[in-house]
């Protein structure tokens, strides 16, 4: 009740109010000890539980006060005691249920009522009787036990099931055996063609060709599907796949996010560098520590050919919004915004709510966000020129091979280094404030979790121990999220439900046996991507159907048994990909630099900031990414936002999407690019029909279809050539839109 301010905080236990309201009527001074006792228990006991037990209450109250025990109100927290026993006009408890300013007043969002008020100052003058036999406020065991993630990986056993099609993997165990204590019973295997279709979107984010389909189709053999899953694998397409997820949990962009949203067009080496990292297959703690402290590696390896990657890396931390409009503006923010983004990227933990007060929920203290802010404070952030500081400063140079200099061309990297002379511990900040100094929080870990403190060579900023701690294997947190996530993206959702929160508020996994079973298989196998996503894929249940059955959807409607296969719509990126790609205009490669001003022409204000768009005809991937001012196909079909971590996207349908696919000028030049392509190749309309449904559908047309189209295109065709147009005008008129109808179908757009 009595810490800073806070924003968004309100109880969810309600059902306590009205029998708190309805409890009036005046208590003698000198009542007796009983009436007193029973005066706590009725009128002071259930409000302090309903309106403080939220934030005051568990291993880390916030402003350090706890409610728990009479002792704890006495002894107070950031602001003082809270209670004066006996004196209720001197204690910081009622001043702060009576004032008026917002910012103190306690609860925030519901101020109490003056009867309400007035009985807490009766309780206070007759001595803040507290009975003994009471115990504490809240339940002490539940309070601080940790939440389950942050309890080490458990060694389990695969379990046996009675379904003999269903051994066909460990996870196929898992799965089963959960589906049988539900009395589920999965739908059959999805055709070869859905699968096709499913497996290269997933793992490519583009649609097989018709040839791939054939091949795969004629390939009767058991290991088929296996091969198939290799080759795609294998592809560069998959790495633009994979690390699109990478970058929408760093909130990537291209440019800074202050008022002048200046460009910063070396952030594409980093994007680059998350590719190539999938399509290498990096070991995912290889790949965390470079991110965090890939500078302090290469000073560790000066000859190593590959120092100029490590740098890059740690585009994960400049890729930090910045604020203001001035170098470092609200630097505290900018650190904040590391940290919050750590947490829930690699972490699974919203590490920014403790800020400003221990966590609410969390086992994460002050003195624990504060350790965390130390390491990143002692760390020099590139700036890109604002609207008073005009002038870049402080990015990396680079050391590049002579033999990729042509590739990643820039003498520089937006990245980060350790600053010369301010490393070092920070204290913590009351409330978030810098301005006011509280005790020491030395460098250190999450203390729920590893309490040791780490040795830090005099002078570094102890980035790269904090990196080795997350990448840990020790540390539960990091593959448990990781291997989530890729469940996640496979399945279109987690084992865990709020895959960036594996607190208290999390629900528990619905397969935790199978999420531990998961991370230490990732682990043994070299904490390989490629490996666990072929262990996923390759599984039954990836194999699954994605049609309806009534009785199963009784017992399990959300599915979370996995007994068939969610469909799903695709992402942003995949849509414009796979339209790119069966039009015949997807180029291959990057784009290379964005047609940004050059450097030195940088210069934008806040009456005038930087909302160029660039388009291209490369995997979206590739695109240029701003903060404030998204590329509108990426808005319209719920891309990323780039200034906050993103673990899930929202998935809309509004009307403005169905208008841009009939009607915008992307989906109108992409269809007049496949109406070319089909006739450039198929003379005869009936052959060109079979080529679009091969194409954008990935199956042939039956012959319903096939006459539906035909009738659909001499309607068209003839339609316009009685408004005047010529026959070849009408014609290519006519299978642009058949095109355009192709593109925009459910079947073309969800993924079964």
């Known amino acids: 009740m009595f810490s800073p301010a806070r924003a968004g905080s309100s109880s969810c236990r309600t059902w306590l109010l009205p029998l708190t309201l309805g409890m009036l009527g005046v208590i003698p001074a000198q009542a007796r000890a009983d009436d007193r006792s029973d005066f706590f228990e009725k009128r002071i006991r259930p409000v302090l539980i309903d309106k403080c037990g939220e934030c005051h209450a568990g291993k880390t109250p916030e402003g350090d006060l706890s409610i728990e025990r009479l002792a704890d109100l006495t002894k107070g927290g950031m602001s003082g005691p809270a209670l004066a026993v006996g004196k209720p006009e001197s204690s910081e408890l009622i001043k702060r249920l009576e004032t008026s300013n917002k910012e103190l007043v306690m609860p925030p969002e519901e101020p109490l009522p003056a009867n309400v008020i007035a009985d807490f100052k009766q309780w206070i003058r007759d001595g803040a009787v507290w009975p003994e036999s009471a115990g504490p406020m809240m339940d002490p065991t539940a309070a601080n036990e940790l939440p389950w993630a942050f309890h080490p990986l458990q060694t389990v056993s695969v379990p046996e099931v009675k379904d003999a099609a269903w051994r066909r993997t460990e996870i196929d165990r898992f799965i089963r055996a959960a589906q049988e204590s539900q009395q589920l019973t999965p739908v059959s295997p999805a055709d070869k063609r859905t699968l096709l279709r499913r497996v290269t979107l997933d793992l490519t984010g583009l649609p097989p060709t018709p040839a791939e389909r054939e091949a795969f189709l004629a390939d009767e053999s058991p290991e088929a599907f296996a091969s198939v899953v290799d080759r795609l694998l294998a592809s560069d397409a998959y790495g633009e796949r994979w690390g699109r997820h990478w970058l929408d949990l760093v909130r990537y962009a291209d440019t800074s996010g202050d008022g002048t949203d200046m460009p910063v067009p070396e952030a594409r080496?980093?994007?680059?560098?998350?590719?190539?990292?999938?399509?290498?297959?990096?070991?995912?703690?290889?790949?965390?520590?470079?991110?965090?402290?890939?500078?302090?590696?290469?000073?560790?390896?000066?000859?190593?050919?590959?120092?100029?990657?490590?740098?890059?890396?740690?585009?994960?931390?400049?890729?930090?919004?910045?604020?203001?409009?001035?170098?470092?503006?609200?630097?505290?923010?900018?650190?904040?915004?590391?940290?919050?983004?750590?947490?829930?990227?690699?972490?699974?933990?919203?590490?920014?709510?403790?800020?400003?007060?221990?966590?609410?929920?969390?086992?994460?203290?002050?003195?624990?966000?504060?350790?965390?802010?130390?390491?990143?404070?002692?760390?020099?952030?590139?700036?890109?020129?604002?609207?008073?500081?005009?002038?870049?400063?402080?990015?990396?140079?680079?050391?590049?091979?002579?033999?990729?200099?042509?590739?990643?061309?820039?003498?520089?990297?937006?990245?980060?280094?350790?600053?010369?002379?301010?490393?070092?511990?920070?204290?913590?900040?009351?409330?978030?404030?810098?301005?006011?100094?509280?005790?020491?929080?030395?460098?250190?870990?999450?203390?729920?979790?590893?309490?040791?403190?780490?040795?830090?060579?005099?002078?570094?900023?102890?980035?790269?121990?904090?990196?080795?701690?997350?990448?840990?294997?020790?540390?539960?947190?990091?593959?448990?999220?990781?291997?989530?996530?890729?469940?996640?993206?496979?399945?279109?959702?987690?084992?865990?439900?709020?895959?960036?929160?594996?607190?208290?508020?999390?629900?528990?996994?619905?397969?935790?046996?199978?999420?531990?079973?998961?991370?230490?298989?990732?682990?043994?196998?070299?904490?390989?991507?490629?490996?666990?996503?072929?262990?996923?894929?390759?599984?039954?249940?990836?194999?699954?159907?994605?049609?309806?059955?009534?009785?199963?959807?009784?017992?399990?409607?959300?599915?979370?048994?996995?007994?068939?296969?969610?469909?799903?719509?695709?992402?942003?990126?995949t849509l414009r990909d796979s339209i790119l790609a069966v039009s015949g205009t997807l180029e291959p490669g990057t784009g290379g630099r964005h047609p940004f001003p050059p450097n030195d022409k940088l210069k934008f204000s806040q009456g005038n900031p930087f909302t160029a768009i660039y388009d291209h005809n490369h995997r979206s991937v590739y695109l240029m990414e701003p903060r404030l001012n998204k590329h509108p196909f990426m808005a319209l079909y719920d891309g990323p936002d780039p200034n906050k971590s993103t673990d899930v996207r929202a998935s809309s349908t509004v009307a403005l999407q169905a208008l841009s696919m009939m009607n915008g000028a992307f989906l109108r030049e992409k269809s007049n690019a496949l109406a070319k392509r089909l006739s450039d190749a198929a003379p005869a309309w009936e052959a060109r029909v079979q080529l679009a449904y091969e194409l954008v559908l990935n199956r042939p047309a039956v012959a319903a279809e096939q006459t539906e189209a035909l009738q659909y295109l001499d309607a068209y065709q003839s339609q316009l050539q009685s408004e005047g147009r010529t026959p070849e005008e009408a014609g290519d008129l006519a299978w642009a839109s058949f095109a355009r109808v192709m593109l925009s179908s459910n079947e073309f757009v969800y993924v079964d």
């Open 269 to 573: 080496y980093y994007r680059d560098y998350v590719i190539a990292a999938f399509n290498r297959d990096m070991p995912y703690d290889q790949f965390l520590v470079e991110q965090l402290a890939g500078d302090l590696l290469a000073q560790q390896t000066p000859d190593d050919a590959r120092n100029h990657e490590k740098i890059i890396a740690t585009g994960f931390i400049a890729l930090s919004r910045r604020f203001g409009n001035s170098r470092n503006a609200e630097y505290e923010l900018i650190v904040d915004d590391t940290i919050d983004t750590m947490g829930r990227a690699m972490l699974g933990l919203t590490l920014g709510c403790a800020r400003c007060h221990h966590h609410k929920f969390d086992p994460v203290t002050s003195e624990d966000y504060y350790g965390l802010f130390g390491y990143f404070h002692s760390t020099l952030y590139p700036h890109a020129g604002t609207e008073h500081q005009k002038e870049r400063a402080d990015f990396v140079s680079l050391t590049v091979p002579e033999s990729l200099k042509t590739v990643y061309d820039s003498p520089e990297a937006w990245a980060v280094r350790d600053k010369p002379k301010c490393a070092g511990d920070v204290p913590v900040y009351m409330g978030g404030d810098p301005r006011k100094m509280g005790g020491p929080a030395p460098r250190a870990y999450l203390s729920a979790i590893d309490p040791a403190k780490p040795t830090i060579p005099e002078g570094q900023s102890g980035r790269l121990e904090l990196a080795k701690w997350i990448a840990s294997p020790t540390n539960p947190l990091t593959p448990r999220v990781v291997v989530n996530r890729i469940w996640q993206y496979h399945f279109g959702k987690g084992l865990v439900a709020t895959p960036s929160n594996f607190g208290k508020q999390a629900e528990p996994a619905s397969h935790p046996e199978l999420l531990d079973w998961l991370a230490r298989e990732f682990m043994d196998h070299g904490w390989s991507f490629k490996h666990l996503h072929r262990k996923i894929v390759l599984s039954a249940v990836y194999q699954l159907g994605s049609v309806e059955q009534p009785e199963q959807a009784k017992l399990d409607e959300a599915n979370r048994w996995y007994w068939r296969f969610d469909r799903q719509r695709m992402d942003a990126e």
